[in-house]
């Protein structure tokens, strides 16, 4: 089993939508929690960085961790196509080494 | 552009070759991680650096596997005696050592196909 799971979807929505993506972890360790965005091809690129519980929100990005669940969330509101891509939520411990932990990543499509 | 920077983008080998992969941090960050991407996965953890020091290596790393950070500036990645697993994205990222706030930059990658 995975430390990290992500739905690979792909999950479609008309554009305007609300989207809600989320993984769980396994490991109690973690402590801070990333999610990135990669278009085809690309690099990932940094969307939301939290640390510990709660909620952040950035513009149309809300991020949430619920670490007594294992469960985090990203949410993107007025979804448009433009955010057409794979999410990734990425995590890391509080020790040495800072290396990131990824899931496998969920493909987002927003249609016109 | 003062991001990562990674060269070549791309890179086609044959089977048995070596190849040889650069990366540039961000100029003020003196930690530098590769990962590896494969089609549909997430990026998986291959090793790190803190300036020239490499601190640690992902059991990824086979012993065909080498990378360096002279003077710990860029980076470079070996791959000896390529295989066709090998074929992936290759990924670098760098951050600054700060603890709590310690967020890691992607570049764009170096795409690997072994024939």
């Known amino acids: 089993q995975k430390e990290v799971e992500q739905d690979p979807g792909p999950l479609s929505v008309p554009e305007g939508a609300i989207v809600s993506l989320n993984c769980t972890y396994s490991?109690?360790?973690?402590?801070?929690f990333m999610w990135y965005r990669q278009y085809s091809r690309k690099g990932p690129e940094l969307l939301m960085y939290?640390?510990?519980?709660g909620n952040k929100e950035d513009g149309r990005f809300t991020a949430q961790v619920d670490k007594s669940s294992k469960y985090i969330s990203l949410f993107i509101r007025d979804s448009q196509p433009s955010d057409s891509a794979t999410y990734l939520c990425?995590?890391?411990?509080?020790?040495?080494?800072?290396?990131?932990?990824f899931g496998g990543g969920t493909r987002l499509m927003v249609k016109p | 552009d003062t991001g990562v920077s990674q060269d070549p983008r791309h890179k086609i080998t044959k089977r048995g070759q070596n190849v040889t992969f650069r990366c540039d941090p961000i100029?003020?960050?003196?930690?530098l991680y590769w990962y590896r991407q494969t089609l549909g996965q997430g990026p998986e953890f291959l090793t790190y650096?803190?300036?020239?020091?490499?601190?640690?290596k992902s059991r990824l790393l086979s012993d065909r596997f080498s990378a360096e950070r002279p003077k710990g500036s860029f980076s470079t990645l070996e791959i000896q005696r390529t295989e066709q697993g090998d074929s992936a994205m290759y990924l670098c990222?760098?951050?600054?050592?700060?603890?709590?706030?310690?967020?890691?930059?992607f570049g764009p990658g170096t795409r690997l196909t072994v024939l």
């Open positions: 990222a760098s951050s600054a050592d700060v603890i709590r706030t310690d967020t890691q930059y």
């Open positions: 490991n109690s360790a973690f402590q801070y």
């Open positions: 939290t640390y510990s519980s």
């Open positions: 990425a995590m890391r411990k509080n020790n040495a080494g800072n290396m990131l932990t």
């Open positions: 100029s003020e960050h003196n930690r």
């Open positions: 650096f803190q300036n020239e020091a490499q601190l640690e």
